[in-house]
């Protein structure tokens, strides 16, 4: 569902190739989502052929091979927001560190501590960078602008450098 959102969202903003999905996914949610490049052509793939997304033309520049142009469709759109609903409705909020702090107690009272001071670093370092990044998309029109999901972020990630502070 994740890849499926991805791709119809940017397509929903406007027509793509696949490779330029590809750039969109890092330059927007860089290593915030983890969509593999083959898995991005598979999607487009399996889009297409239930009708959500349809090839509209095809680029080529010179020495490089042709890239299709892809277009959301009205029923894709249709898919895309019950894909959202589908989302928002979901009743399980879980994010990836829980496993890990599910297993916390396994570790000795070192590796832990080290455990707790090297996210503590990570943490302070993610929010360095996407602080700058708000601070760009603001002058971005809202409608193509990532904030949404950046303020997200960067509200989850002071709550866990609380919570990590307060485990320290």
Known sequence: MKIEITILGLLM????????????IVEKLEDYVDIKFGSIYYAIKKAVNNG?????????ESGNPERYVYEILPVGK?????????????????FNIDIVLMFLNFLT?????????????????????????ISSEKNIDNELSNY???????QH?????????SIN
């Open 52 to 60: 959500w997304v349809k090839r509209v033309g095809t680029e080529k």
């Open 157 to 165: 990630l002071k709550a866990e450098l609380a919570w990590l502070k």
């Open 13 to 24: 903003e406007r027509n793509l190739y696949g490779y330029e999905i590809k750039k969109k």
């Open 109 to 133: 009272p070192e590796q832990k501590e080290q455990f707790v001071e090297d996210r503590i670093e990570i943490i302070k370092n993610k929010l360095e960078t996407i602080k700058e990044k």
């Open 78 to 94: 249709k898919h895309y927001k019950k894909l959202l609903k589908q989302f928002f409705d979901q009743h399980t909020i879980h």
């Open 148 to 154: 949404y999901v950046l303020t997200y972020i960067e």
